[in-house]
C-alpha cells in the first residue's frame, strides 16, 4: 500500500466536513443499520410506519456515529500508527481530539434524544447501553488487553437487531435476541478476516488480536468453528419466530456458501503464513454479503404469501 502524503496547509471547508464524517465511520452505519430495518420488517410482520423507520434510522446512525467517533478519540495514538487508520482525521491533524470528543458526545446525546422522543425509552435504552458497551468496555478494556476483544467487544454491534425489534414493539422478545446471536457470532469470523489481512499493522502497535498472536491455520480454524455456530444460530429462528419458507431456504443457501469459503480458508491456510494464498479477503467479503442477503430474508419473509 503507498502511502499518501500528509496535507499541507489549512484544510478546506470541505475537507473538514469530510473528515467529521470519516470520524463516524459510515461504512460500519450502513452495516448496523442492515441489521436494524430489516428486524423491523419482521417485527411488524409487514411494512412498519415509515415516520418510525425514519426516526429509528436517524437515530441509530448518530448512536453508531457516537461510538465511532469515540473509538477514533480514544484510539488516536495507535490509528496514526497504522496503515489501515493513519489517513483518518485525528492521525492528519485535521480534527482536534477535544472537537471529536465534543462531536462524539453531542451525536450520543441527539441520538438517545430522538430515539427516547419519537420511538421509545427501550430502544433509546438499548442504544445507549451499545454505546457505552462499545466505548467503555470494547475500546477501553479489551481491545488492547485479550484476544477475545472482537469476541465479547463485538457484542455492541448486536444490539441493533434488538433496537429494530423494540421500535415497533416496544419489548423484547426471542426471535430478536436470536437475531443478536447470529450477528455475535458471525463477528469473529468477520473481524479476525479482515485482521488476518493488517496483522502487521495490529502487530506493530501491540493489540492481540486473534491473528497476530496464533498462527493463521489457528485462527482460519476458529472461524470454521464460530460459522457453524453462526449457521446453526440463524435457523433457529425459523422455529422460535414460525417464519415462512422463504427465510429457513435463504438461512440454509446462505450459510452453505459462508462455510464453503470459511473451509476454503482453512484448507489453504494449512502448512503457510503467506496471505497471498490464504486470501482472507475472499472471507471478509463473503461475510459482508452472507450478512446482508441473511437480514433482507428476514425483512422478505413476512411479505411473502406463503
Known sequence: MRDEPAP??????????????????PRVIELLLLTTVP??????????????????VVGGALSA?????????????????????????????????????????????VSTVVLFVWVNPLSAALSVTANAFYVLVYTMVLKR???????????????????????????LAWAPVICFLVVFFWTPPHTWALALRYREDYANVAVP????????NVVARQIV?????????????????????????AAVVLAAVFLVEAHRMWARSRGTEDLGVIKPMRLFHTSNLYLSLLFVAIAIDPLLPF
Open 209 to 216: 488480536m486473534l491473528p497476530v498472536v496464533a498462527p493463521a
Open 145 to 171: 488487553r485479550t484476544t477475545q476483544n472482537i469476541v465479547w467487544g463485538g457484542a455492541a454491534g448486536c444490539f441493533p437487531a434488538l433496537i429494530g425489534w423494540t421500535a415497533v414493539t416496544n419489548e
Open 225 to 249: 468453528l464460530y460459522s457453524w455456530v453462526m449457521a446453526g444460530v440463524s435457523l433457529l429462528l425459523w422455529p422460535v419466530a414460525d417464519t415462512g419458507l422463504f427465510y429457513p431456504v
Open 65 to 109: 456515529g457516537s461510538a465511532s467517533v469515540l473509538n477514533c478519540v480514544y484510539d488516536r495514538d495507535i490509528d496514526e500508527q497504522m496503515r489501515r487508520t493513519r489517513r483518518r482525521a485525528l492521525p492528519r491533524h485535521i480534527v482536534t481530539p477535544r472537537a471529536a470528543l465534543v462531536f462524539g458526545l453531542t451525536l450520543g446525546v
Open 39 to 56: 428486524v423491523m420488517f419482521f417485527a411488524a410482520r409487514g411494512v412498519p410506519p415509515l415516520g418510525l423507520v425514519l426516526a429509528t
Open 8 to 25: 499541507s496547509g489549512k484544510p478546506s471547508f470541505r475537507d473538514v466536513v469530510a473528515a467529521y464524517v470519516g470520524l463516524t465511520k
